[in-house]
């Protein structure tokens, strides 16, 4: 359909490609490489809150770099970058709410609690209340009587072998008490017993009248809590 | 993903033949790499599947009509209205438009000869049957009565053939996505001089949005499904509640892409509906790049709502008022639609061909679907009719009314240019009816079957129920027969048909322009475009004759005028 | 249609120019990267919800992880990812015949586009080793995904019981309670799930990137690609280059939580 003017202009026909220099090439990967060493000082700085904001902002970077020279978005059809680019805002749509939803359950009155099916009972990662003694109380109603977060059936003999399992390690932290090694998981899980400091986060969130009536029942600390 | 295809055999067809018949055997069949082959060979598909999606909503329709056991245990019930579900969204109406008629169509509207990227074109169709197989498969030999949204944590515990079922979707997914990746491709690089983009068909406009659904959405059905069947076989624990972690997630995931995919669905319904409202008024359409953009908006909206589909699952009550809000910003390309259409149809000179009864049929029928679509996302309704067949008469009256009407709309309009017979108009209006009518009385019932409180996929019901079931099921055997009737018109037509002419229905639409049958190249001569697809103004008599060129004598005419 | 004089070998029948099929290629590969980040999202989106969730999980799941390890690879992914972009440079330049020397590219040519894709391809074959002693340590001491984790079944006195044990113990993981059991948090399993689909997921990628490299290898090697045609060493390249992007992403978020 374009024979016309196919051969007349060679721009239109023929494919000229961008030649990067070595050079170029050579630099990007040095940069890449100090931006990789410095994701792991970050890390080894400890910045606690900030590591995850500024792991990501580097890796931005370095992924900016990849594509603008290694995938040549620099001198590409400007509609390729649009589009890949524009693809990380579905990303970001796609995170958001999401998150939007998750960071938020349970936060207002009982709708939004995640409920075990089989159980009946709240589930793992709802938004929980956690005393100041650091003990775990779900929720005021699962916390009493059945375990709140009951395993799926542990594997035929677990239950027997675990028994036996007290085998005794020798405690090497402070060696005051001897120490039995853990349990296989699935035990542990039965529980009920969160990980302390796993939502010591919610914890601090949690100023709102759900949470107040819950740290009620724990009485003395309720008015630390307010 | 390589662009190089080797010159096709075809290549020195001779002139006068047609894309049909310039090669025969089997074999020209199933390596073709024409688009139009490829096309006709999806569309054989997706007609076998709605066929078989067909009889299995014949045969819960038929399960309905008394309380109690019918025909068939609960747990076999459970199994059919899923193959129901299951086929008819990933094997019929996904792949219904874009696939079938938008290939055929796609670049012979473009005025080009072929999209751009032949041969993943045919490896896409060879996906869809891969796909179609192992869905079926696991249908055949296995168990699997989740529904068609295989909601966790139901399904991370049922039977482990919903392995293989979510593999077939997984499969046919990647189908859908490069069909997308192609049609972008062939709409950017591949149109014909002269084809500039205030002039590409809405027809276009429309596979183009949909395409970028497809591209963009599609690959999280992938990956959920992916982690579902991680979550069976490696217990990862990311849907699981036991293990930590959240069923609510898997909807999150599942409605990212099935909220979108409801517009990968009705989009190219509407793109037809454009095409035939047009040719049917022989008027420029209204509005035009207020339609073709609405297109791209209600592709890119579709994206942000997703979450009305949860709102009684245990979603933040934040999250759905934030989702509840944004869901009305769809009605508004949506009535930018409609009332495009309507405006369209005002003074134009109609005539009620049967494409148009369906077009029309389409713009009524969606309309109440969308609507009843805004109580839904309504919080406080939601509440009431989450789950009740109102949910189930919305959707239907959205998918069928709209995608399944687009669908036989276009499939009306492009038949002769597609078989190069015609039909009998008389026996596709006597269809219409039949299938309008009986449409109507199965779902409209289902409407009021949910306000009252019928829950959906249930498989007993209350005595109180049982006139409306039973209204329900008599609409479900009307359409059913509405829709023999098609079919018997469509074989009458392949085998006793008249010779359909170029252009039946005088359209100045791009894909008239050529010769029916169709040359294997779709043009003769490549084509230039001097006018949009529209511009009735600009026709010439000959372009708009509808009978054979040789009839046409200008000069006759213009002596008695 | 006459298409005996329809243009080079290389030029299918229904592209006008070879420019038209170069962009047409580009763009399709562009538009199959788009997708290949929608499909790597939901794992970013579900570690997302799960990191801020169980944040100590996810830190102590970390240091059970080798960093050095992790960087080892990036470091070998971030070469792999310059020697493809060099193999595409190569690839572009092309023969240099008849060209005087001084006006010459260095590094181009048929050779050189193969060198470099052979030195791509054995840094992706040591991401894989390195990925498999990883695998096969977390696999032996019994820091698995879900059900997995820990052996549950596992006798604590037995060796592998013991190894679990030990290898919590470096990292910090467990707690003691009052009646001097010990535990380790509960959602580790978690992590590990979204470490093994994060990282295998991104292992196929990298074994289909493998297997697309030797084609490509072999379609060099038999001289069909030019100055004017190399298409399918650069788009192969962009391919390289996104599972390159996504490690990038990986190993800060895996490897290095505080």
Same mark, same amino acid.
């Given at each position: ?226 | ?561 | ?11 299918? $029948?229904?592209?006008?120019? #070879?420019? &038209?099929? +170069? ?5 399709? %590969? ?5 997708? /290949? ?102 696999? $032996?001491?019994?820091?698995? #995904?879900? &059900?997995? +984790? ?5 006798? %604590? ?5 013991? /190894? ?95």
């Amino acid at each position: 359909m374009a024979d016309a003017h196919a051969h007349d202009h060679d721009d239109d026909y023929a494919v000229h490609a961008h030649i990067t220099s070595i050079r170029t090439y050579v630099l990007i990967f040095g940069a890449l490489l100090f931006l990789t060493g410095l994701t792991v000082a970050a890390y080894n700085i400890r910045l606690g809150e900030l590591n995850l904001t500024v792991a990501v902002l580097i890796a931005m970077v370095k992924s900016s770099l990849v594509g603008a020279y290694f995938m040549h978005l620099k001198y590409d059809q400007r509609f390729n970058v649009l589009f890949f680019v524009g693809s990380l805002i579905f990303v970001g749509v796609f995170m958001a709410y999401t998150l939007n939803d998750t960071d938020h359950r349970g936060e207002e009155g009982v709708q939004g609690m995640r409920v075990d099916p089989a159980t009946g009972n709240f589930a793992y990662g709802t938004a929980t209340v956690l005393s100041e003694t650091g003990e775990f109380t779900p929720f005021p109603e699962a916390a009493d009587g059945d375990d709140p977060q009951t395993q799926p059936a542990p594997s035929e003999g677990d239950e027997a072998e675990a028994a036996q399992a007290p085998d005794e390690v020798d405690g090497t932290i402070d060696g005051d008490a001897p120490r039995v090694p853990a349990a296989p998981i699935d035990e542990m899980g039965e529980q009920g017993v969160e990980p302390l400091d796993e939502h010591g986060e919610a914890h601090d969130e949690q100023t709102d009248d759900a949470v107040a009536e819950d740290a009620a029942e724990e009485e003395a600390v309720a008015d630390d809590a307010e | 993903m390589t662009a190089e295809v080797a010159p096709q055999p075809h290549a020195h067809a001779p002139t006068g033949e047609g894309y049909l018949t310039h090669e025969r055997g089997l074999k020209s069949w199933l390596f073709t790499l024409d688009h139009k082959r490829i096309g006709l060979m999806y569309l054989g598909s997706v007609l076998l599947a709605f066929l078989l999606g067909g009889i299995m909503a014949l045969l819960v329709r038929a399960e309905l009509l008394f309380p109690g056991e019918t025909l068939m245990e609960a747990d076999t019930y459970n199994q059919v209205f899923t193959l129901h579900g299951a086929i008819m969204v990933f094997l019929f109406i996904i792949p219904s438009i874009p696939a079938a008629l938008g290939n055929f169509f796609l670049p012979i509207m473009l005025g080009t000869k072929d999209v751009a990227f032949p041969r993943l074109n045919l490896g896409s169709f060879y996906i869809y049957c891969l796909g179609a197989i192992v869905a079926i498969v696991a249908i055949v030999i296995g168990h699997v009565d989740t529904g068609w949204t295989f909601y966790t944590p139901y399904s991370a515990r049922a039977d482990s053939s919903v392995i293989w079922m979510t593999s077939g979707a997984f499969i046919l997914g990647f189908s859908s996505i490069l069909t997308g990746v192609n049609f972008i491709a062939t709409v950017h690089k591949m149109r014909a001089p002269g084809l500039h983009w205030k002039r590409l068909p809405l027809f276009i406009w429309g596979m183009y949005a949909t395409s970028v659904i497809q591209v963009l959405a599609t690959p999280v059905l992938a990956i959920t499904l992916f982690l579902l069947m991680m979550e069976k076989t490696l217990t990862v624990g990311i849907f699981d509640p036991a293990l930590g972690g959240d069923p609510v997630l898997f909807q999150h995931f599942f409605w990212f892409y099935s909220h979108p995919a409801v517009y990968i669905m009705i989009l190219p319904g509407m793109a037809i509906v454009n095409e035939v409202i047009a040719t049917f008024s022989h008027r420029k359409i209204f509005g035009y790049m207020f339609v073709a953009m609405s297109s791209i908006s209600l592709a890119l909206v579709g994206f942000l709502v997703w979450g009305h589909h949860m709102f009684t699952a245990g979603m933040s009550e934040y999250a759905t008022m934030v989702f509840s809000a944004l869901t009305f910003l769809v009605a508004i390309p949506s009535g930018v639609k409609v009332f495009n259409w309507v405006a369209t149809l005002y003074q134009g000179s109609i005539s009620f061909k049967s494409p148009m009864l369906y077009s029309l049929g389409f713009i009524a029928l969606f309309t109440i679907g969308g609507l009843t679509g805004l109580f839904l996302g309504i919080l406080s309704v939601d509440i009431h009719l989450h789950d009740t067949y109102f949910v189930v008469a919305h959707f239907h009256y959205v998918m069928v009314g709209g995608t399944v009407f687009g669908f036989v709309s276009g499939l009306h309009y492009w038949w002769p240019k597609m078989t190069g017979k015609m039909y009998s108009e008389k026996l596709a209006r006597v269809a219409f009816v039949f299938v309008f009518v009986g449409f109507n009385v199965t779902f409209f019932s289902q409407f009021v079957l949910g306000s009252q409180g019928m829950p959906r996929r249930y498989y007993d019901y209350l005595d109180q129920f049982q006139p409306l079931h039973m209204t329900s099921s008599g609409g479900a055997f009307i359409l059913g027969f509405g829709f023999l009737i098609m079919l018997f018109m469509f074989v009458k037509s392949l085998v006793s048909g008249e010779k359909a002419p170029p252009n039946p229905w005088s359209s100045a639409g791009y894909e008239w322009m050529t010769t029916t049958p169709i040359h294997p190249h779709n043009f003769a001569e490549p084509p230039v475009m001097t006018r949009g697809p529209y511009d009735y103004h600009l026709c010439t008599e000959e372009e708009l004759f509808p009978g054979f060129p040789e009839d046409f004598k200008p000069s006759e005419k213009a002596a008695k005028a | 249609m006459a298409h005996a004089d329809h243009g080079p070998k290389y030029l299918a $029948h229904h592209f006008d120019t #070879p420019k &038209q099929q +170069f962009e047409s290629a580009k763009l399709g %590969m562009w538009l199959f990267l788009a997708q /290949e980040i929608l499909f790597f999202s939901g794992l970013f989106v579900a570690y997302g919800v799960f990191r801020t969730w169980y944040p100590e999980s996810f830190s102590v799941g970390s240091h059970l992880l080798d960093w050095k390890m992790g960087a080892l690879n990036t470091v070998v992914l971030l070469f792999s990812s310059f020697t493809a972009a060099m193999a595409v440079r190569a690839a572009q330049i092309g023969e240099q015949t008849g060209v005087p020397e001084k006006d010459q590219h260095k590094l181009g040519g048929r050779k050189w586009t193969s060198i470099f894709l052979i030195i791509t391809f054995f840094c992706a074959a040591g991401f894989m080793v390195v990925k498999y002693l990883e695998y096969s340590h977390k696999i $032996h001491v019994g820091t698995l #995904p879900g &059900q997995f +984790f820990g052996h549950p079944g596992f006798d %604590m006195a037995s060796v592998a019981g013991a /190894e679990f044990y030990e290898e919590m113990e470096k990292a910090g993981a467990l707690a003691y309670e009052s009646g001097g059991h010990a535990t380790v948090p509960f959602h580790l399993r978690t992590f590990f799930g979204i470490y093994f689909v994060m990282t295998g997921l991104h292992g196929i990628h990298v074994l289909i990137g493998m297997g697309l490299l030797l084609w490509i290898l072999k379609r060099n090697a038999s001289g069909e690609f030019s100055a004017e045609y190399n298409t399918p060493v650069d788009i192969f390249a962009l391919y390289w280059h996104l599972v390159d992007l996504i490690w990038i992403f990986l190993f800060p978020l895996l490897y290095l939580i505080d």
